[in-house]
Nanobody
Framework: QVQLVESGGGLVQVGGSLRLSCAVL????????MSWYRQAPGKQRELVAR????????SYADSVRGRFTIFRDNAKNTVSLQMNSLKPEDTADYYC??????????????WGQGTQVAVSS
């Protein structure tokens, strides 16, 4: 069984910074990619950033590019999201998502429990 454990949310003022982290625990063959999504009240969940673990390739939503950085530690099976220059519109619940090779033939997606980020103006 695989479990994702998130940490690092909180309340911050406009222009401040936060770092979210997600640890992948359990048994699997390898992690394919790791992502952060967010969902604001009354809105759909949206992809914020993704990293392809093997190549280190990253992609970002236009709204966060240049302010957020996603990075991973392959040895520790963790993914983090460094968020700088935070804006009120970044307020949301943030979710870690991992696509991994569960067995030699089965890919599966897992989600973290979510961590709240609130940016006050």
């Amino acid at each position: 069984q695989v479990q994702l454990v998130e940490s690092g949310g909180g309340l911050v003022q406009v222009g401040g910074s936060l770092r979210l982290s997600c640890a992948v625990l359990g048994n699997f063959v390898r992690i394919n990619d790791m992502s952060w999504y967010r969902q604001a009240p009354g809105k759909q969940r949206e992809l914020v950033a993704r990293i392809i673990t093997s190549a280190g390739l990253t992609s970002y939503a236009d709204s966060v590019r240049g302010r957020f950085t996603i990075f991973r530690d392959n040895a520790k099976n963790t993914v983090s999201l460094q968020m700088n220059s935070l804006k009120p519109e970044d307020t949301a619940d943030y979710y870690c998502n991992v696509r991994l090779l569960q067995t030699t033939t089965l890919f599966r997606d897992y989600w973290g429990q979510g961590t709240q980020v609130a940016v006050s103006s």
